[in-house]
């Protein structure tokens, strides 16, 4: 019989590191996958536009379970979760990442008894203030198999008790699914749309709670965007949380006011990596572009104090400036001297995790 593999996305950063994998299981008789969308991301641009682009098959399930407290949402994808897996009984459930769904599925399968496969395991910013670090600890416990991005992952999880015997050191799937679509992306020529030079703009996205719920915070983002847009153009997807504190703070309009300051809706996968691609460099607080702008050796300023990616900061080309308006321009003058460090791309960021994850399933 083959084995049942229930695939889960739920929110944006999550359709990319599902993708490749269940393109392989769904051209291997040995799997019966199915691909399962808890709907904690639900407008076009933050979840259908992501499985055109990356052609993902409509989702076999779609629970709808919207937007909430971190409570509600995550009661909401066990509720819902619990059904399905009453119904389908799959033999694993694969869970991506670090997000709400994430947690929700690895701990509804868990008590049901059914087996849990963690994609981007092992990954720890310390920092227990952010949901999804409480995501990741918790999610890594109820797994059966823990597939790792990197070896620091690994060292994490040993220091955490866990047997070395559930880990799998498979590199960053996430790569696999941008090796795929570079090609497109760059054929696209993404920054034109916004009359800029290739290598000659910088692409921001912030979208934190710690940089965009806190005023304070949110005020000191806004003053950096414009001390970077003044000495080069910069574009800013604004994602909804983002657009709501800006709009809540009655800072939209003196922002779309900013000189060489573009704000644009959230892109798809395709235009957005597009436009990293074509960057001189990336302000970023989102996990997932500092490992793409190490895997495309573009400069990444990280407008946080931590990261539960330090192999971006000590291999690849990755920055942590937090808030701090002095480190942004200190950097900003290497990126433009052309000083700034060359980073490398860490072993197994290949575009084959995906390929070593199968693998795994039935050794
Ligand atoms: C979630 C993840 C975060 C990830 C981010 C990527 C958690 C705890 N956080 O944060 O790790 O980096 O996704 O985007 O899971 N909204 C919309 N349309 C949507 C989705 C959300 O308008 O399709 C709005 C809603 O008002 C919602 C808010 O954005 O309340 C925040 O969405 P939510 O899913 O709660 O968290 P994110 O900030 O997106």
């Known amino acids: 019989m083959a084995l049942h593999i229930a695939c889960f996305v739920g929110a944006r950063p999550n359709f990319m590191k599902v993708a490749p994998l269940l393109r392989l299981l769904r051209q291997d008789r ?28 409509a989702p076999d399930a779609l629970f ?15 509720s819902a979760t619990e059904h399905y897996f009453n119904r389908f009984r799959p033999d694993w459930a694969v869970v991506v990442g670090d997000v709400n769904s994430t947690l929700g599925v690895a701990l509804t399968a868990a008590r049901m008894g ?16 952010m949901p999804e670090e409480i995501n990741r600890i918790a999610t890594d416990h109820l797994s059966r198999l823990l597939f790792l991005p990197s070896a620091d992952a690994g060292e994490n999880l040993e220091r955490e008790g866990v047997d070395r015997s559930r880990m799998r050191l498979v590199g960053n799937v996430m790569v696999d699914s941008l090796f795929l679509v570079l090609p497109r992306a760059r054929k ?11 290598k000659h703009y910088c692409v921001v996205t912030a979208h ?7 005023r304070l915070h949110l005020r000191r983002l806004t003053d950096i965007l414009a001390q970077v847009a003044a000495r080069l153009p910069a574009v800013l997807p604004l994602h909804p949380r983002t657009r709501q504190r800006l709009e809540q703070a009655r800072a939209l309009a003196a922002l779309q006011e900013v000189p060489g300051l573009h704000l644009t809706e959230p892109l798809g996968y395709l235009d957005f990596l597009g436009l990293v691609d074509g960057a001189a460099v990336a302000l970023t607080d989102s996990g997932g572009l500092q490992e793409e702008t190490t895997a495309l050796g573009i400069p990444c300023l990280t407008l946080r104090e ?18 701090d308006p002095l480190a942004v321009s200190a950097c900003l003058d290497q990126v433009l001297a052309g000083t700034y460090k060359v980073g490398a791309i860490p072993p197994l960021w290949d575009g084959k995790a995906a390929e070593r994850i199968v693998r795994a399933f039935t050794e």
Do not use: C, K
Not at 45 to 50: A, C, G, Y
Not at 67 to 76: F, I, L, P
Not at 190 to 197: D, E, I, N, S
């Open 64 to 78: 709808e379970v919207g937007s909430g407290t971190h409570a509600a949402q995550t009661a909401r994808v066990m």
């Open 208 to 214: 934190r709670p710690e940089n965009v719920d806190n």
């Open 306 to 323: 931590n990261t539960e990616r330090p192999i971006t900061v000590t291999v690849g080309t990755n920055t942590l400036t937090g808030l």
């Open 114 to 129: 059914i087996a849990v496969a963690h994609v981007e395991a092992g990954l720890r910013s310390g920092d227990r203030a």
């Open 188 to 198: 696209a020529e993404v920054w034109a749309r916004y009359q800029l030079a290739p």
């Open 30 to 57: 040995q799997f019966a996958p199915s691909f399962v969308h808890t709907g904690q991301h639900y407008d076009f641009q933050m979840s259908e536009v992501f499985l055109h682009d990356l052609g993902l098959p």
